[in-house]
């Protein structure tokens, strides 16, 4: 379609009153910054970051989960989730760059989270009898929330670092990585392994921690 | 934009000169008034400020400043939409100044923009008023290009429809 722009509005320019105004603002006020690094640093050390909180949390309730998997569980089992944590701190750095491209969209990397760790218990653990299932399944939620809470803190302190364009977006995708870190905790520290506790009561601690982020979020960028 | 990061006012000054009317013209094709236009651009100016360590030199340079400009206007609207909320009805609006000759064709084209939705507006002004390709859109938007184009095309049947239905009118 051939759209023309008219004079009046192709030639529109601001108040020059206005634009001295902020020229001497910057003037009086510019000073040098460092340039954040690149999505692949950034990346790269929040994966580190959360790879240490996990073990630090999960420390004092003790590693019985670790300890009970063999050698090829524990490689994809960890693999799977350190593959999660690189993805989601991606779309993190991503939501505190603007305009920078984003290549997944944190509610898509919410959905991966959640089908990516069922799957992975459902072939790693394929039992899904479910003695005690509630009884033993609360637990395990509270501490993954438990856990997800100082994490979710953490990756908001670091979003401060950049400017958020959109502060719905960046709150799921900082949620969802903070429930990832839940199930981290979780993944080193239940001895349960079987799928439907895994599925319903550790991969919950992502979708529950993603909407309490997103709900905050909203209510921030509401009234702000 | 680099020699600003190290702290130099005088590109400062040259990025604020030769990047205003462009941005202007973005916030006046969304809002329909100068005064406003100015209020926000003058807020995004400082927003730059406050955020140009989060660009990077091997990064293009309007899809960041685009990006910034767009949360600029949204957080207007949602103040706007607050204060609305809160204010009392009068009984009687005073008259509009009529608009000059000069002034006419521009209100003509901010009135036929402000019959699109928001985000069709904003991204016909990306791409027709600011030139931006649908790549930088795409980036200053946090859309796919897919999702650009769409927009466009859609906005492009609204516009067409309604040029038509003026013409036909006449």
């Given at each position: 379609m051939e759209f023309k722009i008219p004079a009046g509005f192709a030639h529109a320019a601001p108040d020059p009153a206005r634009l001295a105004k902020t020229r001497k603002v910057f003037a009086s006020t510019v000073a040098p910054v460092r340039p954040l690094p690149s999505n692949g640093v950034l990346m790269a050390i929040g994966v580190a970051v959360f790879v240490v909180l996990a073990i630090l949390l999960a420390a004092p309730f003790g590693f019985y989960g670790f300890a009970k998997l063999g050698?090829?569980?524990?490689?994809?089992?960890?693999?799977?989730?350190?593959?999660?944590?690189?993805?989601?701190?991606?779309?993190?750095?991503?939501?505190?760059?603007?305009?920078?491209?984003?290549?997944?969209?944190?509610?898509?990397?919410?959905?991966?989270?959640?089908?990516?760790?069922?799957?992975?218990?459902?072939?790693?653990?394929?039992?899904?009898?479910?003695?005690?299932?509630?009884?033993?399944?609360?637990?395990?939620?509270?501490?993954?929330?438990?856990?997800?809470?100082?994490?979710?803190?953490?990756?908001?302190?670091?979003?401060?670092?950049?400017?958020?364009?959109?502060?719905?977006?960046?709150?799921?995708?900082?949620?969802?990585?903070?429930?990832?870190?839940?199930?981290?905790?979780?993944?080193?520290?239940?001895?349960?392994?079987?799928?439907?506790?895994?599925?319903?009561?550790?991969?919950?601690?992502?979708?529950?921690?993603?909407?309490?982020?997103?709900?905050?979020?909203?209510?921030?960028?509401?009234?702000? | 934009m680099s020699n600003y990061q190290q702290g130099d006012a005088t590109a400062a000054g040259l990025l604020v000169d030769s990047l205003s009317p462009q941005f202007f013209r973005f916030f006046l094709g969304q809002v329909r008034s100068r005064e406003l236009a100015d209020d926000l651009l003058q807020d995004f100016w400082l927003r730059i400020h406050s955020a140009r360590h989060t660009y990077r030199p091997t990064e293009p340079l309007l899809p960041?400043?685009?990006?910034?400009?767009?949360?600029?206007?949204?957080?207007?609207?949602?103040?706007?939409?607050?204060?609305?909320?809160?204010?009392?009805?009068?009984?009687?609006?005073?008259?509009?100044?009529?608009?000059?000759?000069?002034?006419?064709?521009?209100?003509?084209?901010?009135?036929?923009?402000?019959?699109?939705?928001?985000?069709?507006?904003?991204?016909?002004?990306?791409?027709?008023?600011?030139?931006?390709s649908v790549e930088e859109v795409a980036r200053a938007t946090g859309c796919s290009a897919g999702s650009v184009k769409q927009k466009a095309h859609r906005a492009y049947e609204k516009l067409r429809t309604l040029l038509k239905g003026g013409r036909d009118g006449v």
């Open positions: 050698v090829g569980d524990r490689v994809v089992e960890y693999s799977v989730l350190l593959l999660l944590a690189f993805v989601l701190s991606g779309i993190v750095v991503e939501q505190m760059i603007p305009g920078s491209r984003r290549i997944v969209q944190p509610e898509a990397g919410v959905l991966i989270a959640l089908l990516l760790v069922s799957l992975t218990a459902s072939m790693l653990f394929p039992d899904f009898s479910a003695p005690n299932f509630v009884a033993r399944g609360v637990p395990c939620l509270r501490l993954g929330i438990l856990c997800a809470v100082p994490a979710a803190g953490l990756v908001a302190l670091a979003m401060r670092q950049g400017f958020l364009t959109d502060p719905m977006s960046a709150a799921i995708a900082s949620g969802a990585l903070a429930g990832l870190l839940g199930v981290c905790v979780l993944a080193l520290h239940c001895p349960v392994l079987n799928a439907a506790h895994i599925i319903v009561w550790h991969v919950t601690v992502v979708a529950v921690a993603a909407v309490a982020a997103s709900l905050l979020g909203w209510r921030l960028s509401r009234f702000r | 960041w400043m685009y990006a910034i400009a767009r949360r600029v206007r949204i957080d207007q609207f949602r103040r706007n939409r607050s204060r609305a909320s809160r204010e009392v009805q009068v009984e009687k609006f005073p008259e509009p100044a009529a608009p000059s000759p000069a002034e006419e064709s521009t209100l003509d084209f901010e009135t036929l923009l402000s019959t699109l939705p928001e985000s069709q507006r904003e991204v016909i002004v990306m791409l027709k008023v600011s030139g931006l």
